[in-house]
């Protein structure tokens, strides 16, 4: 891994792509625990028991495909973008800027985040899909930055936590470049 320049910036080594793998494969463990129930049926499930795995465009996309691969049940892939970064920072404002691409009424919500970080946008998405008709929403996330979260209720599934530091790479981007990185990289 050597340093990438994108944009104005330069950005180093800091998550190899084998830690990323792992991360993941926890999540997917836990995640599997949870919706995989012993001597449940899966050739010929209700709609309505199968999971919608939301993938949050478009930082979710490299995160939400790996972590499908790993999940040991049934389930829809749905998406959605939403928007509350201008280059570096966060302008606070949550903005849909591609409505979700499916009907979720009465179906459980596994929302596929890259990174967390005040867990503002997640609070926005989660009271969303709970007035669009989710049965339940639960929160799944690569990457937790514990100290500037302000969210109320803990998430879910978190991979990993990590220092309020900017980062690219796997699908995270500064200004829409740096998502095809196969590592994490953090602004130096």
Do not use: W
């Not at 609070?123 to 899909?129: C, D, R, S």
């Not at 929403?137 to 937790?144: A, D």
């Amino acid at each position: 891994m050597d340093k990438v320049y994108i944009h104005d910036k330069v950005f180093v080594p800091f998550i190899p792509y084998e830690k990323i793998s792992q991360i993941i494969d926890g999540v997917a463990d836990k995640i599997n625990a949870d919706y995989t129930r012993p001597g449940h049926d899966y050739s010929c499930p209700c709609e309505e028991d199968i999971p919608v795995l939301l993938c949050i465009l478009h930082g979710s996309v490299m995160f939400t495909g790996e972590l499908m691969q790993r999940l040991s049940f049934p389930v829809e892939l749905a998406s959605m973008k939403l928007s509350s970064y201008v280059g570096t920072s966060s302008t606070g404002v949550v903005r849909e800027v591609m409505p979700l691409s499916t009907d979720i009424k009465g179906r459980p919500v596994i929302v596929c985040e890259d990174i967390v970080d005040t867990g503002n946008t997640i609070v926005e998405l989660k009271k969303k899909l709970l007035e669009k008709g989710a049965k339940d929403v639960k929160i799944c996330t690569m990457l937790l930055k514990p100290e500037v979260f302000k969210g109320r209720d803990k998430l879910d599934y978190v991979g990993a936590e990590i220092p309020n530091r900017f980062i690219v790479g796997f699908g995270l981007d500064y200004d829409e470049l740096g998502r095809n990185l196969k590592d994490i990289y953090v602004l130096e």
